[in-house]
């Protein structure tokens, strides 16, 4: 049980990360001139922009990249580390159910992210189906497979995830403030 807690934590602070390098990389690709990355743990995550050309693209991008980023890395990781995979499923699970139903359920009530992009233009329909996609992709793919592969004993992990977790919380809090 305590290494599930750990793994979840980890994957809410690496969710965070893969988030907003989302906004980070369309922000660059895009020409944006980023002011500030807030990765603090014990702050709301988010990045700001000095300037933006293309604050839509932006504000898609952390959604959309941190799910294709923050779970595909793990579910590719899951296929060489064996021992690991239950847990990496778990990582890639989390980030697309907590992308999902941020983005998805601000197509009902619009908050951050969400409200950005109904300002920018994108109908709330287009939330939803994020949110359902990425949902309905982690219980579809990737629930099953934890199942089957929980058969390795998840606490031999729990210092290595713990130490992860650290090392994020941490390197958020001085680095990124």
């Not at 979840?8 to 660059?28: D, N, R």
């Not at 932006?58 to 021992?83: D, F, N, Q």
């Not at 629930?143 to 592969?149: E, G, K, M, S, V």
């Amino acid at each position: 049980m305590v290494s599930l807690i750990i793994v979840l934590l980890f994957s809410w602070l690496y969710m965070q990360w893969t988030h907003e390098l989302g906004h980070i990389l369309t922000g660059i690709a895009t020409g944006a001139e980023i002011e500030r990355v807030i990765l603090n743990p014990f702050l709301f995550s988010m990045t700001q922009f000095a300037s933006n050309p293309r604050p839509h693209l932006t504000t898609w991008g952390g959604p959309i990249l941190g799910v294709l980023i923050g779970a595909g890395l793990p579910i590719l990781l899951s296929i060489r580390l064996k021992s690991a995979r239950a847990c990496l499923l778990i990582v890639a699970a989390f980030v697309m159910i907590v992308n999902g139903l941020y983005i998805g359920l601000g197509a009902f009530h619009p908050i951050a992210d969400a409200s950005d992009l109904v300002q920018h233009g994108s109908p709330r329909w287009t939330l939803g189906v994020f949110g359902l996609v990425s949902v309905i992709g982690a219980r579809v793919f990737l629930i099953p497979l934890i199942y089957r592969a929980w058969g390795a004993s998840p606490a031999k992990l729990g210092w290595v995830f713990a130490i992860l977790t650290l090392v994020l919380g941490i390197a958020g809090f001085i680095y990124f403030p």
